[in-house]
């Protein structure tokens, strides 16, 4: 993911956030996203989402890569 205005990215690490982010990276399955810097545990997507677009009001763009 990329965030809508270039290294303005908020992402979870180890329970603080870390501001100014160029992107993030994470691998899901399509119902559980694995994002090492949130949790050693798989969260569900749909909370996952909420956890990066409450942390990001300006946006982000999330591209699937296959």
Known sequence: ???SIRGNL???E???VEEHQSYHQVYSDGRYV???RVSSNPIPKG???RLIEGTNPDGVKMTVLK
């Open 47 to 49: 909370d996952w989402v």
């Open 34 to 36: 694995y994002d090492p």
């Open 14 to 16: 180890n329970g603080i």
């Open 1 to 3: 993911m990329t965030p």
């Open 10 to 12: 908020n992402v979870y």
